[in-house]
């Protein structure tokens, strides 16, 4: 890859450069259906298809899950088909995108059935605050008003770079960076060409502190949540929050009594004592099925038995749904 890459932008020419616009942040994936995000996901699908067997809901041999994204890169049907003033826009990362889980199980199609209105996917893989905020602009940009605006805030640690405008025809005139903690390398497409170059040669303080230890996206937090919350109310547009950040980070109660998940009585009281001992082995076996078939996505990344943390999944049905349940009463309430 070439050592420098040129931003394609004439930095003599400030009027045209501060006139440019935004564009859609979606998952980059346009007017295509796909049956796995990436060829990871895939892998590890039949991996685990192997190690867990048919009681899994997810397993190989039964209902498929199919990715379609729209003429603008969303989960979601055409543009073409919408009707954004009679529906709810709901906005995020891969949680409301709904990876490893069926259309039917995302955040909007619950959500969806809780207001009434058809619910809009605008989730985006490995978004980030930035992304959600740049894709909340854009919608107000391009429609004048909607029924509602729920968003999933992303985990505050990760960090959009834009480092290209690809130019004004470009399908995706401004090329950007999503980095999660822990990244070491990122992809470039650049000049008809794929390269990959480390971190630490682009982002050398994002690659140090793993973008964690960055107090800019906590300020960029409060400013996107003012500013979201002022452009609604000038609308009279219904606005719904939720932080994952909170949701990780802040354990003074499960997550099933964070949101409004309905928990079976039979495996509630067993939840409640596996979160205050951190022992998932004496959970019954049933209850057991119930959390990785209904808490879990499908895209486990390191299935070991008994150890659920190791995981590290999306979240499954129950806990869209208990999502879409949240952003509902939280809207009922203004």
């Known amino acids: 890859m070439p050592r420098e890459i040129k931003p394609g932008l004439d930095f003599a020419d400030p009027n045209r450069l501060e006139n440019l616009g935004i564009d859609w942040m979606g998952s980059g994936e346009i007017n295509q259906s796909l049956p796995y995000v990436n060829a990871y996901e895939e892998t590890k699908h039949k991996e685990n298809s192997t190690k867990i067997g048919l009681g899994w809901d997810y397993h190989l041999d039964k209902d498929p899950i199919e990715y379609y994204f729209n003429d603008i890169g969303f989960r979601e049907v055409d543009t073409d088909k919408q009707n954004p003033s009679r529906s709810v826009a709901v906005f995020g990362c891969s949680h409301v995108m709904g990876a490893g889980n069926h259309n039917h199980n995302t955040i909007s199609s619950y959500l969806q059935h809780y207001t009434g209105y058809k619910s809009l996917n605008y989730g985006t893989e490995g978004g980030t605050i930035t992304t959600v905020y740049n894709n909340v602009l854009k919608f107000l ?194």
């Open 141 to 334: 940009d391009t429609y004048d008003t909607c029924k509602g605006i729920a968003i999933l805030w992303p985990s505050f640690h990760r960090h959009t770079s834009v480092w290209r405008y690809a130019g004004d025809n470009a399908d995706e005139r401004w090329r950007r960076h999503d980095l999660r903690p822990g990244e070491d390398k990122i992809s470039f497409h650049y000049d008809g060409n794929f390269f990959t170059r480390k971190l630490n040669e682009v982002h050398p303080i994002l690659d140090k502190s793993f973008c964690v230890d960055n107090p800019h996206n906590i300020y960029l937090i409060n400013q996107y949540r003012t500013a979201i919350k002022l452009l609604c109310k000038a609308r009279n547009i219904h606005l719904s929050e939720i932080s994952v950040s909170d949701l990780l980070y802040n354990r003074n109660l499960p997550i099933w009594d964070k949101l409004s998940i309905k928990i079976p009585g039979e495996y509630k009281a067993q939840f409640d004592r596996w979160y205050e001992i951190d022992n998932y082995s004496e959970l019954s076996e049933r209850a057991q099925w119930y959390y990785l078939n209904k808490f879990c996505a499908r895209d486990l990344i390191n299935y070991v038995p008994y150890e659920p943390l190791r995981w590290t999944s999306h979240w499954g049905s129950e806990v869209n749904r208990g999502f879409a349940k949240t952003f509902a009463d939280r809207f009922s309430a203004k």
